[in-house]
């Protein structure tokens, strides 16, 4: 069974910065994708940010500069390094992990940030 764990969220203000941590256990295939997705009160669930095997990452343009996806030594970990956060970052922030076909999905953890 695989599961994903978030952590690191919390609240900040804006222009602060948070990092957070995503860690999947039962994993017996190399991954084909991980990143992150988040969604604010009353809005779908957006894309933030993925990264394939091979390394290649795909942000979103709201993002693109101020947050920075990197993997651990551990196989199966990611981080997500967020500055200069602003109020519309606000939401869960769910990390995912794509296994051939199949999509798994943390619980996600609460990004709150005030202006």
């Known amino acids: 069974q695989v599961q994903l764990v978030e952590s690191g969220g919390g609240l900040v203000q804006a222009g602060g910065s948070l990092r957070l941590s995503c860690a999947a256990s039962?994993?017996?295939?190399?991954?084909?994708?991980m990143g992150w997705y988040r969604q604010a009160p009353g809005k779908q669930r957006e894309m933030v940010v993925t990264i394939t095997q091979g390394g290649s990452t795909n942000y979103a343009d709201s993002v693109k500069g101020r947050f920075t996806i990197s993997r651990g030594n551990a196989e199966n970990t990611v981080y997500l390094q967020m500055n200069s956060l602003e109020p519309e970052d606000t939401g869960v922030y769910y990390c995912?992990?794509?296994?051939?076909?199949?999509?798994?999905w943390g619980k996600g953890t609460l990004v709150t940030v005030s202006s």
């Open positions: 995912f992990q794509r296994l051939v076909t199949t999509d798994y």
């Open positions: 039962g994993t017996i295939f190399r991954f084909n994708a």
